[in-house]
């Protein structure tokens, strides 16, 4: 199995712009998650899905960050329009309900 | 609220020794999973160690074992024969379950140098 796959691994964008992370969960696993790494928060869960259904939004930090799960096999985080305050390490992970696996990160810097 | 503390931003140790990480937790729950990630700087999260909160026996992996206490809501890592490899952050995680949601709450986590 590959794991969990994201990209892009980097995003550099300018502030404004729309930018959107892409999410590949291990085939068979039924959660995924959004989380956000920051130095100041640490890792935070933004969004839960349950069966490609979101269950828990209740960490997405504000309008302007919206998550899709349009099947089992991918799931989008999108920011628009992007802010300097919303660079961050965002991982991916999915679980099967023991374990959880993460993906690689996506660093996004706005500038 | 169930919060997750480690108390210790930064250890080191000397390759080939033993170190531990301390990790406390608080929850109103009795059923629940811990979980112990490593982060290098390739930023990847690795799983470390899993402990579930029924079980009564330490989980182990290899050189990685943890001490669970339940009653004192106490789940620190001990590394014996420490490599330079194990160099990296670890996070201590709990598992929240709570009205049909799961989220992982993670602590501020420890970095660990290891000194050749």
């Known amino acids: 199995d590959a794991g969990v796959i994201q990209s892009p691994r980097h995003e550099v964008t300018e502030m404004g712009q729309e930018v959107t992370l892409r999410c590949k969960p291990i085939?068979?696993?039924?959660?995924l998650f959004w989380y956000r790494q920051t130095m100041m928060r640490g890792l935070e869960l933004l969004i839960y899905f349950n069966n490609n259904v979101p269950i828990d939004d209740s960490g997405m930090p504000e309008d302007r960050f919206s998550a899709k799960m349009p099947n089992a096999s991918f799931s989008t985080l999108k920011i628009q329009p992007s802010e300097p305050r919303d660079s961050a390490v965002y991982f991916c992970a999915s679980s099967s309900g023991e374990g959880y696996t993460f993906g690689s990160g996506t660093r996004l810097t706005v500038v | 609220a169930q919060t997750v503390t480690q108390s210790q931003p930064e250890m080191s140790v000397q390759e080939a020794e033993t170190v531990t990480l301390s990790c406390t937790y608080d929850?109103?729950?009795?059923?629940?999973?811990l979980f112990w990630y490593k982060q290098p700087p390739s930023r990847q999260m690795i799983l470390v160690i899993r402990?579930?909160?029924?079980?009564?026996q330490n989980a182990t992996e290899n050189r990685f074992s943890v001490n669970f206490q339940k009653a004192a809501k106490s789940f620190s890592l001990k590394i014996s024969d420490s490599q330079l490899g194990d160099a990296a952050m670890y996070f201590c995680a709990y598992r929240r379950t709570q009205g049909g949601s799961e989220k992982l709450v993670f602590g501020k986590g420890t970095k660990l140098t290891v000194n050749p």
């Open positions: 929850t109103s729950e009795s059923d629940y999973y």
């Open positions: 085939s068979g696993h039924n959660s």
């Open positions: 402990q579930e909160a029924y079980k009564q």
